[in-house]
C-alpha cells in the first residue's frame, strides 16, 4: 500500500483488508488483502470453490462483507455502483435487445448525452458493427462475451471486475479475446480484477498475479507479470513465460 509511504504518495486505487466472508458454517474468506494500482490489471487466481466469485461480488458491492474493509481511492464500498461494474461467470446480455440497444442501455441510463454515439464507439472496439440490429441469442459465445464486456465499459468506469469472462470459450478463441482486451484497455486505461482459472490468461493479460488458498481463502502468493504490453500469442512459446506458468501452476495446484 503507497498511501501509507508518506503525504505525497498516491493512494492505491483499490485496497482490501483483511476481508471476511461466511455464508452461514460456510467459512469462504478469511482475511484477504489486495491492492490494486490505477489502470493496472489484477489476475486472481485459486481452486475452485475457494471464493473468487465471492470475493468479486464483495468488490462489486453486491453484497455485504462480514469484516473488514474494501476501499476504491478514499471511499469505502457500501453498495453497487456502475463505477465497479462486474461481468458476472457466465455472462449474460439483454436477450429482448438487439446489440444496439444492449450498449445504448448503460448510456441511456445514466444520461449520457449520445447513447447512439456511445454504442457506435463499442461495436467498433469490439468489432461487432455489422451485429448491430442482432439479438445476443444470434451471437457467438465470443461475440457475446466481447459484447458483455463492451457494455459495462459503455460509461467508462473506473474499476471492471470481470469472474473468468473467457471460460466458456475455446481455447483459440480465448486467445482471440485476450488480444482483443488488451487492446481495448490499452485504449481505455481501466483497473481491472480479473479472475480466471486459465493460468495462460492470467499471465497474458495480468500485470500482477494474486493467487487464493482453498477455503478458508486468503491470499498464499503475489507475483508481479514481468511481461509488457507487447504480450502477444507468440509469449506463450517465450522461455520466462514456460517458466513462470510452471511455477504458477505448481503453486495453483498446491494451494
Ligand atoms: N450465496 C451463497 N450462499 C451460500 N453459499 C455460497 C453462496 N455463494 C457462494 N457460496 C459458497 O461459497 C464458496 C465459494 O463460492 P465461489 O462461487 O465464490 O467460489 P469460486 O472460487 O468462484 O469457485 P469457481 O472457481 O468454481 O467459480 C462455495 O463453497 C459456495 O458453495
Ligand atoms: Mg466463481
Not at 225 to 243: C, H, I, M, N, Y
Request: charged share 25%.
Amino acid at each position: 500500500m503507497t498511501a501509507a509511504a508518506g503525504a505525497h504518495a498516491i493512494p492505491d486505487v483499490l485496497a482490501v483488508r483483511d476481508l471476511k466472508k461466511s455464508y452461514g458454517d460456510v467459512h469462504v474468506l478469511d482475511g484477504i488483502d489486495l491492492d490494486v494500482a490505477p489502470d493496472e490489471v489484477l489476475a486472481v487466481l485459486g481452486p475452485s470453490g475457494c471464493g473468487k466469485s465471492t470475493l468479486l461480488r464483495l468488490l462489486a458491492g453486491l453484497e455485504p462483507v462480514d469484516a473488514g474493509e474494501i476501499r476504491i481511492g478514499d471511499e469505502e464500498v457500501g453498495g453497487p455502483s456502475p463505477d465497479r461494474p462486474m461481468v458476472a461467470q457466465g455472462a449474460t446480455l439483454f436477450p429482448w435487445l438487439s446489440l444496439r440497444g444492449n450498449l445504448e442501455w448503460g448510456p441511456r441510463a445514466t444520461g449520457h448525452a449520445d447513447p447512439a454515439a456511445a454504442a457506435d464507439e463499442l461495436l467498433e472496439a469490439t468489432a461487432l458493427t455489422g451485429f448491430a440490429d442482432v439479438r445476443p441469442g444470434q451471437l457467438s459465445g465470443g461475440m457475446r462475451q466481447r459484447a458483455a464486456i463492451a457494455q459495462v465499459l459503455a460509461n467508462r468506469p473506473p474499476v471492471l471486475l470481470l469472474d473468468e469472462p473467457f471460460g466458456a470459450l475455446d481455447a483459440q478463441t480465448r486467445l482471440r479475446m485476450h488480444e482483443w482486451l488488451r487492446g481495448l484497455l490499452a485504449e481505455r486505461p481501466t483497473t481491472v480484477v480479473l479472475v480466471t482459472h486459465d493460468v495462460d490468461e492470467a499471465l497474458l493479460l495480468g500485470d500482477r498475479l494474486a493467487l487464493l488458498s482453498a477455503r478458508p481463502s486468503h491470499v498464499v502468493e503475489r507475483i508481479d507479470v514481468p511481461f509488457g504490453a507487447e504480450r502477444a500469442r507468440s509469449t506463450l512459446s517465450d522461455p520466462g513465460f514456460v517458466a513462470l506458468k510452471a511455477r504458477v501452476l505448481d503453486l495453483v495446484l498446491s494451494a
